[in-house]
């Protein structure tokens, strides 16, 4: 059986870390942290497109030794916290445009989560996109580059419990 892939994707604030935490645990699965938060935790939170290239390139790395670590120990799920499609649409949100190198960079997931804006934003020392309209400008651009990409994806919805159950229940639908 194939490693199946779960990507939570949308803008921050959203519980995308939560509900990855939650799903890995559910499953058993390995879950592969936000590449960019720890890139911004360590640098700044203010990025250049080349930081985002970079930042895409090393969560894309981190991503695959993820899957050989799956695939070698017969899992059958692995959660990602985000991927190089979500730092594109950073470049979009921030820049207006992608570097082509985010625009064509993968890997995508089987199935993207992608958490509604429904929960308050909470600032946390690099969150900084909590205006109402720029959380909306987000989601839709979110929305916009999946459906571009022409990729699988799922909104969830509802806090705590209902946010796993609205995140399971697309899972099961999908693959179960």
Do not use: N
Request: hydrophobic share 50%; proline share 5%; net charge negative.
């Amino acid at each position: 059986m194939p490693v199946r892939i779960i990507c939570l994707h949308g803008p921050e604030s959203t519980g995308k870390s939560t509900l990855g935490l939650a799903l890995a645990q559910h499953f058993g699965a390995e879950l592969v942290s936000e590449y960019g938060r720890d890139w911004c935790a360590e640098h700044g939170a203010e990025t250049s497109m080349a930081d985002l290239v970079a930042i895409a390139e090393t969560h894309g790395a981190l991503i695959e030794a993820a899957r050989a670590r799956a695939i070698a120990a017969g899992q059958s799920w692995l959660i990602l916290d985000t991927d190089p499609v979500m730092t594109a649409v950073w470049a979009q949100m921030l820049y207006g445009s992608q570097d082509a190198a985010l625009a064509a960079r993968g890997p995508v997931a089987d199935l993207y989560l992608v958490p509604d804006i429904d929960l308050p934003w909470v600032a946390d020392g690099l969150r900084y996109l909590g205006a109402p309209e720029e959380r909306a400008r987000f989601m839709a651009l979110s929305v916009a580059e999946l459906e571009a990409r022409d990729l699988l994806y799922a909104l969830i919805r509802g806090e705590g419990p209902a946010r796993l159950a609205s995140a399971l229940e697309a899972i099961q639908k999908t693959f179960l």
